[in-house]
């Protein structure tokens, strides 16, 4: 995660790193909640759009020179209060302009806890 200093900040883990899924992982922390113990949103949307940008970035045309989220949306379906949360992140849409990413948020059991869409903008070098 050293591409992404705010990933080892909040102690993100990588599962699984390819072009077609990337699976990014953290374990609960008090540090990371909000009242009442339950994970932040924020940092469950931050795991989601990490593993959506690395899913993006590994799907990049020849061509480019990175890529930044533009659009994101989050649907929230339930609260974690212990344990680790992954974020699965696939990829929709292989533009020469935009990747599109849907990534997964479970809790350990399975549970759905969030569900993520984003637009990635694919960056050129300036000439």
């Given at each position: 995660?050293?591409?992404?200093?705010?990933?080892?900040?909040?102690?993100?883990h990588?599962?699984?790193?390819?072009?077609?899924?990337?699976?990014?992982?953290?374990?609960?922390?008090?540090?990371?909640?909000?009242?009442?113990?339950?994970?932040?949103?924020?940092?469950?949307?931050?795991?989601?759009?990490?593993?959506?940008?690395a899913?993006?970035?590994?799907?990049l045309?020849?061509?480019?020179?990175?890529?930044?989220?533009?659009?994101?949306?989050?649907?929230?379906?339930?609260?974690?209060?212990?344990?680790?949360?992954?974020?699965t992140?696939?990829?929709?849409?292989?533009?020469?302009?935009?990747?599109v990413?849907?990534?997964?948020?479970?809790?350990e059991?399975?549970?759905?806890?969030?569900?993520?869409?984003?637009?990635?903008?694919?960056?050129?070098?300036?000439?």
């Open positions: 995660m050293e591409l992404m200093p705010l990933a080892s900040t909040l102690g993100i990588s599962e699984e790193y390819t072009p077609e899924r990337v699976v990014l992982s953290l374990d609960w922390a008090p540090s990371l909640c909000t009242a009442g113990g339950i994970l932040h949103g924020g940092v469950i949307m931050a795991l989601a759009d990490s593993a959506g940008g899913c993006a970035y590994l799907n045309p020849a061509d480019a020179a990175g890529t930044s989220t533009i659009e994101s949306k989050t649907n929230f379906l339930g609260s974690v209060r212990k344990g680790r949360v992954s974020a992140a696939m990829p929709l849409h292989r533009g020469g302009t935009t990747i990413v849907e990534t997964a948020v479970r809790d059991a399975g549970k759905l806890i969030a569900k993520v869409t984003q637009t990635q903008l694919v960056l050129r070098p300036r000439l």
